[in-house]
């Protein structure tokens, strides 16, 4: 994969649970830069959390077809094997699961890794023992090295699905199965974890979370479980041993029954599986029993190959290439893939043909014949799909329309609907986030990388939530079981405080949406009613999320960037930058309740804050608007974007030049929006009344609080500092508006350089002392001079370079900036 000299290659090949993967992050590790190629996304992710952790992030890529996080200067790569870029020069590089190179449908991409890629120290090619023998034709310079398991795996013979042991992984072969098994466990044994390949490493790692946590003793996955993916399993049990593979119906083969088998036990605990079914088809025989407990896989006799370098100069030409035989007899020719079958679609097409006359169009044609199918639509709409894409490539700016592609994402940004639906929308957004990914193929791809990952996520939450709320019973059918259906006979209360009780005993306190058993009660002694209890919560927290949903404005409030509902915190408050349109999130405690109830409680929550924001502070609401206004200036748009972010009181000098430039009309759209620019400070007065200023302080969780309506504080007061709207000023602290007051009033009475003496009555009013004020003075830019002779003895003032010309200070950081200048 790189024109460089190459390091020795090393081919680890042992059975699962050998620590292969283990070994071959050490070594990544252990050079001063790598790749680990892996045939899941899942497994690349886990990988490189991995390696972040003993690395840290910033020299630690992600590279996939849906995500991609690459940091400048990247040292290490963790990757799908498709991803791996071929033009990366490091010291050591590794594919894992080598022997997928005899997959009919990916093997060509792990037979090209295992002939070119190479690191320039060292390469490592991690794999079962059926790879060995293709492996010393291919790569006869390859030193072959063995791995024993470290436990035993044995036949532990079938179990129906209410006797497996806790920790047990249910293996099934397809979505449908996988959903009626786990409504199966929840049924008998209160619940259980979903894993499937189609699942975001989000939401992946959430339902793990719950199975390693014991939250869950069960775990229904496809056989992406296979490939590596690091679980606490002692027991794996085949729900099928048989398969669709894209072609045809078929029985598992023994490798990939071992390689799903071998999942259980970890390092030197043992491990077992066993069937569902004791007799026919889904049922193992004697000899696939004794080859998977001795690993006896099956050599592999040939691997899939495709030209791995194919010809851009001509579509035809690139077409026969990709159909060129292989010159070795242990590889074959790899079956047609989708992405070949699309490009000769698309090659029958007169239009394609005249777009690409070029080895570049032909390049970014076969590009787009990449796209995967996510949404498993088929050949025929798949085709219409990237023809679409394609045209759009190859027409105008080069670029997909920026409104089209937004539109689907838009369609997509729902989270309402069942398991299958939301599941179909991950799927759709999966193949907008590789679209995302593709630096040409968008304007603006950064922005519509983070959209689409954003997406994501929300659509992964959703997931993990369904699943969790459709397949698990949290504590309450795990409890009913134990003690039988006797226990709903028994009365369940909960006080007004929150006490719940049965049967006039204290069991623990509903806290908002949070249950917390009493310190006394012990689940032993008291398990019946505990159960009882927590049949009777399941109807109080519906009615709490119905209030919750519905609840009237006076009933919320903002503290500590947490809105508080009945005193108990139900949402918090995210930093986006803009403090008026920050992320709200839901309390985790609201996880009980249902989706749409959740969904209807966070639509309240943000819309009373929208109108919090809109009823106390007027002002901010305003800039904020003007901060987005196309209309505006950009200098406008910008002071009121550095206004909102500072919430509204910004020292003059953090603006620096910024108001300096401002021409004439721009100041007045500033004034009109309630604005003052003071000498000093840039500010909206209404942000100083006692209302206002306290929706500020929660909005910004402002520690400390003035006391409402002062004017002059001592310079130790709480709240006496820039971010509540006081100057320091030698012992004192004064309110910035009449701080600006004073400027004008000494601004109106200079006259030139002409030494002057303002009026006394107004500092006095405010409450100013001498020195506060001669401090005042200096920073407007005044001089201190004594009176001329003849005149009574005082101190007057000469006008001097004003202060807002100095150099101004960054923005971020516009309070701080200051101090150095109030104490000179």
Not at 90 to 117: C, K, N, P, S
Not at 318 to 337: F, G, T
Not at 659 to 676: M, N, S
Not at 804 to 819: E, G, H, S, V, W
Request: one cysteine or more; a positive charge.
């Amino acid at each position: 994969m790189n024109g460089f000299s190459n390091g020795p290659v090393t081919a680890v090949l042992g059975p699962t649970n050998t620590g292969k993967t283990h070994l071959a992050i050490e070594r990544l590790c252990g050079h001063s830069s790598g790749m680990i190629g892996f045939p899941l996304r899942l497994l690349a992710r886990e990988v490189y959390d991995r390696v972040v952790a003993i690395k840290g992030p910033k020299e630690v890529a992600l590279v996939t077809g849906e995500e991609r996080i690459m940091p400048p200067g990247t040292r290490w790569f963790l990757c799908t094997a498709e991803s791996m870029p071929t033009d990366a020069d490091v010291g050591f590089v590794a594919l894992d699961e080598g022997q997928l190179g005899a997959d009919m449908e990916r093997g060509h991409i792990f037979t090209d890794r295992i002939l070119r890629a190479r690191g320039r120290d060292e390469t490592m090619i991690l794999g079962s023992n059926s790879l060995r023998p293709v492996l010393r034709q291919l790569v006869p310079e390859a030193e072959i090295i063995s791995r024993p398991r470290f436990s035993t795996l044995s036949y532990a013979g079938a179990k129906k699905l209410s006797r497996l042991p806790k920790r047990s992984a249910i293996v099934a072969f397809s979505a449908e199965e996988v959903y009626a098994v786990a409504e199966a466990l929840r049924r008998l044994r209160g619940g259980t974890a979903v894993v499937m390949g189609s699942l975001s490493p989000r939401t992946r790692n959430a339902q793990v979370a719950m199975f390693q946590s014991g939250e869950v003793d069960y775990l229904v996955a496809t056989d992406a479980i296979g490939m590596g993916l690091n679980l606490n399993v002692d027991h794996v049990a085949f729900a099928s041993l048989n398969k669709f593979d894209g072609r045809r119906q078929r029985r598992l083969t023994i490798a990939e029954m071992s390689q799903i088998a071998g999942r259980a036990g970890r390092h030197q605990r043992d491990g077992s599986f066993g069937a569902l079914s004791e007799e026919g088809p889904g049922a193992f025989t004697p000899e696939e029993i004794a080859a998977i407990e001795g690993h006896h896989i099956p050599r592999l006799d040939h691997l899939f190959w495709r030209n791995g370098d194919p010809d851009h100069s001509t579509i035809d030409a690139l077409i026969e290439s990709l159909e060129q035989k292989p010159d070795s007899s242990v590889l074959r020719a790899a079956p047609e893939a989708l992405d070949l079958a699309v490009l000769k679609r698309l090659s029958g097409e007169d239009w394609v043909r005249q777009r690409v006359r070029s080895p570049r169009a032909v390049a970014r044609l076969w590009s787009a014949c990449g796209l995967p199918d996510f949404r498993k639509l088929g050949i025929d709409p798949h085709t219409r799909f990237v023809a679409r894409i394609f045209g759009h490539l190859s027409e105008g700016t080069l670029h997909l329309p920026h409104q089209w592609f937004a539109d689907e994402i838009a369609r997509l940004d729902r989270v309402d609907g069942d398991v299958e639906t939301i599941a179909g929308r991950i799927a759709a957004a999966r193949s907008w986030a590789y679209i995302a990914q593709r630096a040409d193929w968008l304007a603006e791809p950064e922005h519509w990388a983070a959209r689409t990952q954003a997406l994501e996520e929300r659509l992964s939450d959703a997931l993990h939530a369904s699943l969790t709320q459709r397949f698990v019973d949290k504590r309450t059918t795990v409890l009913l079981r134990r003690i039988g259906a006797d226990a709903s006979n028994l009365p369940v209360t909960v006080a007004a405080d929150g006490a719940v009780s049965v049967e006039d005993h204290v069991l623990g306190h509903l806290r908002g949406f949070r249950f917390a058993v009493a310190p006394d009660a012990k689940v032993a002694d008291k398990r019946m009613l505990l159960a009882a209890a927590e049949k009777g919560l399941a109807s109080e927290i519906r009615a709490r999320g119905a209030a919750l949903a519905d609840a009237p404005a006076a009933d919320l409030a903002l503290a500590d960037a947490a809105i508080i509902w009945r005193d108990h915190p139900v949402a918090t408050l995210e930093a986006t930058g803009n403090p008026v349109r920050p992320r709200i999130r839901l309390d985790k405690s609201l996880d009980v309740l249902d989706a749409k109830i959740r969904v209807n409680s966070l639509a309240r929550i943000e819309r009373w804050f929208a109108d919090r924001i809109a009823a106390d502070l007027p002002d901010i609401a305003t800039l904020d608007s003007l901060s987005r206004d196309a209309g505006a200036s950009g200098r406008v748009r910008a002071l009121a974007g550095l206004l909102v972010k500072a919430g509204g009181l910004l020292p003059r000098r953090a603006a620096g030049k910024l108001v300096e430039t401002l021409e004439p009309d721009e100041r007045k759209r500033l004034r009109a929006a309630g604005l003052v620019i003071g000498t000093l400070d840039i500010f909206a007065p209404g942000l100083l009344k006692p209302r206002p200023a306290a929706a500020r302080r929660a909005l910004l969780a402002l520690p400390d609080t003035p006391r409402d309506g002062a004017t002059v504080l001592p310079r130790d007061a709480p709240g006496a500092t820039l971010e509540h709207g006081f100057r320091p000023l030698g012992a004192q602290a004064v309110r910035i508006d009449l701080v600006e007051r004073v400027a004008r009033a000494a601004h109106d009475a200079r006259k030139g350089r002409t030494p002057f003496a303002p009026d006394p009555a107004l500092a006095t009013s405010i409450g100013l002392t001498t020195d506060t004020l001669a401090r005042l003075m200096a920073q407007l830019g005044f001089r201190g001079v004594r009176a001329p002779t003849g005149q009574p003895p005082r101190w007057m003032w000469q006008g001097l370079t004003p202060l807002a010309k100095a150099k101004p200070a960054p923005r971020d950081n516009a309070f701080a900036a200051l101090a150095e200048l109030i104490d000179e």
